[in-house]
């Protein structure tokens, strides 16, 4: 099983460290002075995906804050993009987003909107997929070893088939914050959203 970290010890496992992925996130948003900060995240989480928002409500929370919204759509680009009128109604100065599947649609949407990024709002998302890099503006991401998991995986897949009753194993991952151009200072005054 892949990254879903469901049912844990039913199965061989491969996982990436999602709680601290999260964490990341918040980190680094508010190290660049975000305190009004929303939460875009599908309508049905993974246990994966709820890791994810764990680690970054945990790191909101130490430093006394929650989420200035919580925005559920669709894990889509299209349910990105409907999830930009309530971002910019929230007034947010940025927005973790879940995955960049959705994120690639908030950055669509408000470029509908003229809403500069990160002018007006900072966007990150997660799993630094191949098009991250090609947006405009390049999204800042939270990258997982993609290649390597899946290498890892269909090893222990093979491993498994020749013998079949070796105990169960789980092989974890590490993420790192992928620092584009998404994201930015928060500005000294209140935004024009």
Do not use: C
């Not at 601290?20 to 918040?26: C, D, E, K, L």
């Not at 409907?82 to 994120?103: R, Y």
């Not at 909107?113 to 390049?138: L, R, W």
Request: charged share 20%; net charge negative.
């Amino acid at each position: 099983m892949l990254d879903q970290n469901a049912d844990i010890n039913a199965h061989d496992m491969v996982q990436t460290n999602e709680f601290t992925g999260g964490s990341m996130a918040a980190s680094h948003l508010m190290s660049l002075g975000h305190r009004d900060i929303a939460l875009i995240l599908p309508n049905n989480l993974t246990d994966n995906m709820r890791q994810r928002r764990a680690g970054f409500l945990d790191t909101l929370s130490t430093a006394n804050l929650t989420p200035k919204t919580i925005i559920t759509t669709t894990l889509s680009k299209h349910g990105g993009l409907a999830a930009v009128h309530q971002l910019i109604q929230s007034k947010s100065t940025a927005a973790f987003i879940l995955n960049d599947e959705m994120a690639i649609g908030v950055l669509r949407g408000l470029a509908y909107q003229d809403i500069k990024v990160p002018d007006d709002i900072s966007i990150i998302g997660y799993d630094d997929t191949d098009y991250a890099e090609f947006m405009i503006p390049t999204l800042t991401t939270i990258a997982q070893s993609v290649w390597e998991i899946g290498e890892t995986a269909l090893k222990m897949i093979i491993r498994r088939l020749d013998h079949p009753n070796l105990p169960l194993q789980t092989e974890f991952f590490d993420v790192k914050l992928v620092i584009r151009e998404s994201t930015g200072p928060v500005k000294n005054t209140k935004g024009n959203h």
